[in-house]
């Protein structure tokens, strides 16, 4: 008789289900979980979009190499020579055969600003400079430079050419990421000089100026010649 009370006390509490204060328990307990694991997410997305950006920059600079193994020039091609500045290198690449799409990256906008530009070297007293609204078509002063080693801000990629990747509409977050992932976090390379309401890093194979706003342009070296 004992046995058969007890197995009819607990059919009893199974129909009634869970009660007010173990429904509170079990919530309280997803939403510590959720608080810890959410933003665990969300940094890992947001890792592997830069990490997407950082190789995307990587394979456009070996089809580079292999291009200039080939033709022996940037500012040339198999079809002939290219115009300076062009801003659809990464087209003339996938046309001959060293990359497999154009270049695009899951950071920023992905507009059709996001792309490879062949410019003109500068000279090496040239200050690097990184517009917030880059010019594709017609040559900036400062934009092709690049203080490559971080130890004077002058321009370290010298000669007749110069390409780099230029990705528009990038959150200053991932900006900074992507200038750690490619750079380190060296005082001389990775750091970033603040003022009131800006920012910019342009030592370095990447740069940025940030002005205010929402987002900014990120410039990455690829090669100089």
């Given at each position: 008789m004992?046995?058969?009370?007890?197995?009819?006390?607990?059919?009893?509490r199974a129909a009634q289900g869970f009660t007010l204060i173990e429904m509170i328990g079990v919530l309280a307990v997803i939403a510590i979980l959720a608080a810890v694991l959410i933003p665990k997410v969300f940094e890992a997305i947001n890792n592997a979009k830069v990490n997407n950006a950082a190789m995307s920059c990587q394979t456009v600079k070996t089809?580079?190499?292999?291009?200039?193994?080939?033709?022996?020039?940037?500012t040339?091609?198999?079809?002939?020579?290219?115009?300076?500045?062009?801003?659809?290198?990464d087209a003339v690449l996938l046309g001959e055969g060293f990359l497999d799409k154009l270049f695009a990256v899951k950071i920023g906008d992905s507009t059709a600003n996001t792309?490879?530009?062949?410019?003109?070297?500068?000279?090496?007293?040239?200050?690097?400079?990184?517009?917030?609204?880059?010019s594709l078509t017609t040559h900036v002063a400062g934009c092709s430079a690049f203080n490559l080693?971080?130890?004077?801000?002058?321009?370290?990629?010298?000669?007749?050419?110069v390409v780099y990747a230029v990705i528009t509409g990038v959150n200053l977050n991932d900006a900074r990421d992507l200038n750690a992932r490619?750079?380190?976090?060296?005082?001389?390379?990775?750091?970033?000089?603040?003022?009131?309401?800006?920012e910019s890093d342009v030592a370095g194979r990447v740069k940025y100026t940030f002005t205010g706003g929402a987002t900014t342009t990120v410039y990455v070296y690829l090669t100089h010649r």
């Open positions: 004992k046995v058969k009370f007890l197995t009819s006390q607990a059919a009893k089809a580079i190499i292999d291009h200039y193994a080939k033709v022996g020039s940037l040339a091609s198999t079809n002939g020579s290219l115009a300076v500045p062009t801003n659809n290198f792309q490879i530009e062949l410019d003109t070297a500068e000279a090496a007293t040239v200050t690097p400079l990184a517009p917030a609204t880059p080693d971080g130890a004077n801000p002058v321009n370290d990629a010298v000669g007749s050419s490619v750079d380190g976090t060296s005082a001389t390379l990775g750091e970033s000089v603040s003022t009131a309401g800006s």
